[in-house]
């Protein structure tokens, strides 16, 4: 774990306070994201971070995460509304609304990224 390349969101930490990016990359990373025989799926992992980001409002985190969801643990957008709106009941109304805020940034990013990437796109911004 050591030796792979190090994220962008812990670069920072490396430069402020090394010890802390160490501990997440072989600390966390291993024993959480990367645990062998869990009995919990990643995207389950997910699931449940997603919940107490949401409910303690650690509003930077939760974007990065909701990013991971969609990505790399294949949440769908309303996958992602209904466990926000669930939220909303049981973790505080607040949190979700700013859930959803964060969700519509990611999704308008997500999009034009898209729409940059789609074949002609870039022949008609030449001309």
Do not use: C
């Not at 939760?62 to 769908?76: M, P, Q, S, W, Y």
């Amino acid at each position: 774990m050591a030796n792979q390349a190090t994220p962008p969101a812990l670069a920072s930490y490396d430069v402020i306070f090394p010890a802390f990016g160490e501990l997440t990359r072989n600390v966390l990373q291993p024993n959480t994201w990367q645990k062998k025989n869990s009995k919990l799926t990643l995207r389950e992992r997910e699931l449940l971070t997603l919940a107490v980001l949401v409910i303690t409002g650690r509003n930077d985190q939760l974007r990065n995460h909701i990013v991971k969801a969609l990505e790399r643990d294949g949440f769908t957008r309303d996958e992602l509304g209904e466990v926000f709106q669930h939220l909303a009941f049981y973790g505080g109304w607040p949190g979700a609304v700013n859930a959803f805020n964060l969700a519509k940034q990611v999704y308008e990013a997500q999009d034009a990224a898209a729409k940059a990437k789609q074949p002609g796109r870039a022949a008609a911004k030449k001309k």
